[in-house]
């Protein structure tokens, strides 16, 4: 279990560092082309092996995803990597006093969307929508 959040605290840290590496103007075009294709498919609904294929569904966001990582880290300079994870940490390790304030809001959003959502659902189902 210790493992499994390490390894999540570095996925973490090294996805702040892409961030802040797409940032530096002495990472290549190149390099800033590849990470911003990264993101978008990380962020896109349509995989290239969809979902729903049981087994192989989750093959691309096994083994393409980290690969496509691995490949931008290797392709950023080592000490602007270095450097982009120093930072990383860094402001990971900020806490912020807005941060809990954000996370209450947010909440708050979902709560009233959901609840928006299912009362015209709750219309529309009992047949006041028609009149």
């Known amino acids: 279990m210790k493992s499994l959040k390490a390894w999540a605290e570095t996925l973490k840290r090294d996805t702040c560092a892409l ?21 978008a498919y990380i962020l896109s609904p349509i995989d290239l092996i969809p979902d ?5 569904g989750y093959l691309d966001d096994l083994l393409i995803l980290p690969l496509g990582i691995a490949l931008v880290i290797r392709m950023i300079p080592k000490d602007i ?19 809990s304030q954000m996370i209450a809001i947010i909440i708050l959003i979902w709560i009233l969307t959901l609840s928006w959502f299912g009362f015209i659902c709750w219309k529309w189902y009992s047949g006041e929508a028609t009149s």
């Open 19 to 39: 961030y802040l590496a797409s940032r530096d103007p002495r990472v290549s075009p190149a390099t800033k082309f590849l990470i911003a294709v990264i993101v």
């Open 52 to 56: 729903f294929i049981p087994v192989i």
């Open 81 to 99: 990597w270095q450097s982009c994870q120093q930072q990383a940490s860094e402001q990971l390790n900020i806490r912020t006093p807005y941060r």
